[in-house]
């Protein structure tokens, strides 16, 4: 979608807006109660091995790596890849104290250069919503996967639930984009992140998206706290192969 949306940003120019934004990302992501954590809740559904001795685990858009951060949390001994199409978000992330066997890839999901599976287990964390091509780009993840590995979707998914609708435009108006224009100095990367969750699949269809992609045993779950209904985890197995 190349077209420009109200109040959003075409989905090609998000990575540059990132780029951006990119110096005040942790600070702002920091105000908000139980980003985190929340974080910490997908990446410990993917219900890997205690330790993660042995995997290898991907996270994709990984940001300024608080997504990796909850990865390493859920398996700290696992191997871990993080990428990003933002350079400076990326910058931000590499910049942080990791152990060795946490690297980081600057490539959009699109292209996924320098990335090679099998991966035992995929986070993609707020990545869907900003991509034109969801299901193609959730197919090429599952290919990426061991059989039997899992991916967790932990994204914004509004459109069934009038009440999360309600919950998100009033935190919006009042908390999020005029902290995000406060801070910045600009409001058009917090308006488009209202408009594109509006625009986001329920959380029916998002489901039914990584059925579509291959997927098998989705699950859905949300999380804590004011993000109820508004935030979720969204889990998919990809099949074992049979002979």
């Known amino acids: 979608m190349n077209a420009m949306a109200k109040d959003g940003l ?11 934004e990119a110096r005040w990302y942790d ?5 908000n109660p139980g980003y985190h954590h929340h974080l910490r809740l997908s990446a410990g559904r993917l219900a890997l091995p205690a330790g993660g001795a042995g995997l290898r685990l991907l996270d994709a858009g990984c940001g ?9 949390s859920a398996a700290p001994r696992a191997e871990i890849t993080a990428f990003d199409a933002s350079g400076e978000m990326l910058a931000r992330a590499r910049a942080k104290d990791w152990p060795p066997h946490v690297t980081f890839v600057h490539t959009p999901v699109e292209e996924l250069a320098g990335i090679s599976g099998p991966y035992d287990g995929i986070l993609a964390a707020y990545l869907l919503r900003n991509l034109t091509d969801p299901t193609g780009q959730l197919r090429r993840l599952r290919g990426l996967l061991r059989p039997g590995g899992r991916i967790a ?7 069934d639930s009038r009440r999360a609708r309600w919950v998100w435009n009033a935190v919006c108006a009042g908390v999020i984009i005029p902290l ?10 917090y308006r488009h992140l209202r408009r594109s969750v509006l625009e986001f699949d329920g959380i029916g269809a998002l489901a039914r998206r990584l059925t ?8 859905t779950a949300s999380m804590p706290g004011w993000q109820r209904g508004i935030v979720h985890t969204v889990l998919g ?7």
Not at 64 to 72: I, K, Y
Request: no cysteine.
């Open 237 to 243: 197995t990809h099949p074992l192969e049979h002979p």
């Open 27 to 31: 600070r702002l992501v920091g105000a």
């Open 64 to 72: 300024t790596g608080a997504s990796t951060a909850a990865l390493l």
């Open 10 to 20: 075409p989905r090609g120019a998000v990575p540059s807006a990132f780029d951006t």
């Open 212 to 219: 579509d992609a291959g997927f098998t045993d989705v699950r």
């Open 180 to 189: 995000g224009k406060a801070t910045t100095g600009d409001a058009t990367l």
């Open 153 to 159: 979707i932990h994204e914004y998914s509004v459109r």
